[in-house]
């Protein structure tokens, strides 16, 4: 058994940043141009952010290896050859609107399980197949993050011949291709054969190889039963004979097979396959293929709010809604963490992310003080997550965002930006409309996660108000103690005080707030919120004077 630790190109290097570790490593070997760095999925279901990984991990480590003036070419097989092997709960069409079974024909789908996904109709009728579906939403994944790959589809390879040398050799040396799978699958027995025939009757994906002719290209099978999941697909028994085109290497030499025909030398990818199908597919290149592996990088997977990512399940979030919410840069941003730290992607605290990178950007910039660490990670991070990097640009903070999303008028969303501070008077008309851009974002955020700023502000008239003489007191009162510049939690500590001392029920004079605000009887926490909002209009709103 041949081993080869995919966790030393990171924890092995010298360079703080990880794809600069990466890079050194594929340096290392002195590769030809133009550098492939490969990624690959199949085509299951609904394309997630999960999936991103391997594509805008490797464009990191890409971006890193053109800095350096290398030649990059990054390529991402779609495995669409594989076999469909569950119905997953949410489908989506090509305008990212997803959908449960019930809205599709599912019963094809059902009808279908077993065979490649490329040979699977597309429920939505607008592709070719199944595969071609979700291997262009996967496609328009990259694309929206303007991240540029070369979609390749192991269907296609297979079908012009690409894989045709290798499986004929993988058949050839069948006897000891056999014996180095065993050391990895118990289930390898005398009678494996390294193949999977797309039967001509029923075209399911079949095991049952009867007969080889390597020279000749043939091989001959019995359409059998298929375990896919946890169902058996009943085979038609059909009794028949395809060449080496007409079928598949099982994953566990498809994939090694991959580097050879797409000339890889570099890929990242999940620990599920650094514990399992790396080692077996280093032993196959090495001693069954002869093919020297590329240079490998695990990355953790992550989850959605607390819960695993799962197209089956339809735990899923996509490039395109995550873009709804935040800019691509924000989202490129969180792929340049260390792949190495388990990280869970919370819609609810997308807050908290955007933060992060706008302080990245403000260290870049030289504009937020740091230590030596943050501002080296800041120069080495910050061009990569960024397309164009222009000191100009603002960045509104994106509660401060949410708030102005609670009024629909753009003039005045820009008023109260620039009258809060985070409009310079002389920036460019460019950097003013695209720091406005992130109001309707941080709006559709708000609404997504139904939070404190999911509420419509009655900013532009006074809601017809009536309190008693002990209320308009207190609130004259708070009005004056925002007007001398507290914080959140001190105003919200106020609120009590005021209720105290004035003796009214402390509910019914957050009540109070809540209608002078939202003409509602109940809001967010109070105290943090009026501390977010411009504070001149606060004061007024308290004494209602507008």
Not at 272 to 298: C, F, K, Q, Y
Not at 373 to 394: H, N
Request: aromatic share 10%.
């Amino acid at each position: 058994m041949t081993e080869q630790n995919p966790y030393a190109t990171i924890e092995d290097g010298t360079a703080t940043f990880w794809a600069d570790a990466v890079a050194d490593a594929i340096e290392a070997r002195d590769p030809d141009e133009p550098i492939v760095i490969k990624g690959g999925v199949s085509p299951s279901g609904v394309p997630h952010i999960g999936h991103l990984n391997e594509i805008v991990r490797g464009y990191v480590v890409a971006e890193v290896l053109r800095e350096r003036g290398h030649e990059v070419r990054q390529v991402f097989t779609s495995d669409d050859k594989d076999r469909l092997r569950k119905i997953p709960r949410r489908l989506a069409d090509l305008e990212w609107n997803v959908v449960g079974l019930g809205e599709v024909d599912a019963g094809a789908l059902g009808r279908n399980l077993g065979k490649p996904y490329t040979s699977v109709p597309d429920p939505f009728g607008c592709c070719d197949s199944y595969g071609a579906h979700f291997t262009t939403l996967l496609a328009r994944s990259a694309e929206l993050l303007d991240v540029p790959i070369e979609v390749v589809s192991n269907t296609e390879l297979y079908a012009e011949g690409d894989f045709e040398n290798l499986t004929r050799h993988v058949l050839e040396n069948r006897n000891r291709a056999r014996d180095v799978l065993s050391d990895y699958q118990a289930s390898v027995d005398d009678d494996y054969v390294p193949f999977q025939v797309e039967c001509s009757s029923c075209g399911i994906l079949t095991d049952g190889v009867t007969d080889v002719d390597p020279a000749a290209g043939t091989v001959a099978y019995e359409c059998c039963d298929v375990t896919v999941g946890e169902e058996t697909i009943e085979g038609c028994g059909h009794d028949g004979e395809v060449s080496l085109r007409e079928g598949k290497l099982p994953w566990r030499f498809e994939w090694p097979a991959q580097w050879d025909v797409l000339g890889v030398d570099f890929e990242p990818f999940g620990k599920d396959h650094a514990e399992g199908s790396w080692p077996s597919g280093v032993d196959i290149a090495r001693n069954v293929l002869t093919v020297e592996p590329p240079v490998p990088m695990v990355y953790e997977w992550f989850t959605l709010d607390g819960e695993a990512l799962s197209s089956s399940s339809g735990n899923i979030v996509t490039a395109a809604e995550v873009l709804e919410l935040v800019e691509p840069a924000v989202l490129r941003y969180f792929f340049t963490k260390d792949p190495r730290k388990q990280r869970d992607f919370s819609i609810a605290h997308l807050d908290q992310l955007v933060d992060e990178f706008d302080r990245l950007e403000a260290v870049y910039f030289g504009k937020q003080d740091a230590d030596e660490a943050e501002r080296e990670r800041a120069e080495r991070v910050y061009p990569i997550a960024v397309d164009e990097p222009r000191e100009e640009r603002i960045r509104i903070p994106y509660t401060f965002a949410a708030v102005l999303g609670m009024t629909d008028d753009p003039d005045l969303r820009e008023e109260i930006a620039r009258r809060e501070g985070h409009i310079p008077d002389d920036a460019p008309e460019w950097a003013v409309e695209e720091a406005l851009e992130r109001v309707d974002r941080a709006r559709a955020w708000a609404r997504r996660t139904d939070n404190a700023f999911n509420y419509d502000l009655k900013r532009e008239e006074l809601p017809d108000v009536d309190f008693d003489t002990g209320t308009g007191a207190a609130l004259d009162d708070l009005a004056e103690f925002v007007a001398a510049g507290n914080d959140g939690e001190a105003i919200q500590a106020k609120i009590y005080e005021l209720a105290d001392e004035y003796d009214l029920e402390v509910s019914e004079f957050f009540a109070a707030g809540y209608r002078l605000l939202f003409g509602l009887e109940e809001g967010p926490k109070l105290g943090p919120f009026l501390a977010k909002l411009d504070q001149a209009f606060v004061v007024d709103r308290l004494r209602r004077d507008r």
